[in-house]
């Protein structure tokens, strides 16, 4: 079973800086893809970025060349730097793990952490 953690939320202006954490615990083996959600008020989930276990990321439009996701594997930990940060940047984010190999079992999930909010004024 996997359980996630997050940190680092909090209340900042536009154009500033936050960093996200996850971390990771349980008897899992490996975990293949690592991701951050988000969801504003009114709004549906919707995924920020990914990093997989090779190290490939991909983004959603909106954070491109803003948002930086990194994984530590030594600590099972997940980042999400955000740079240049917009009001519309508000939301509740979420930390999900994908593909976990469990006790020889493959499981697709995906797991949740509890959220951390993020709070961007204008």
């Keep these: 079973q996997v359980q996630l953690v997050e940190s680092g939320g909090g209340l900042v202006q ?3 800086s ?5 971390a990771a615990s349980g008897r899992f083996f490996s975990i293949n893809d ?3 959600y988000r969801q504003a008020p009114g709004n549906e ?10 190290g490939r990321t991909n983004y959603a ?3 491109k060349d803003r948002f ?4 530590d594997n030594a600590t099972n930990t997940v980042y999400l730097q955000m740079n240049s940060l917009k009001p519309e940047d508000t939301a509740v984010y979420y930390c999900a793990a994908a593909g976990v190999k469990i006790s020889g079992s493959y499981f697709p999930g995906p797991y949740w952490g509890q959220g951390t909010q993020v709070t961007v004024s204008s």
Aim: aromatic letters at 4%.
């Design 14 to 16: 536009a154009g500033g």
């Design 18 to 22: 936050r960093r996200l954490s996850c």
């Design 34 to 36: 690592m991701a951050w």
């Design 45 to 54: 989930r919707e995924l920020v970025a990914v990093v997989r276990s090779g």
């Design 61 to 63: 439009d909106s954070v």
């Design 68 to 71: 930086t996701i990194s994984r």
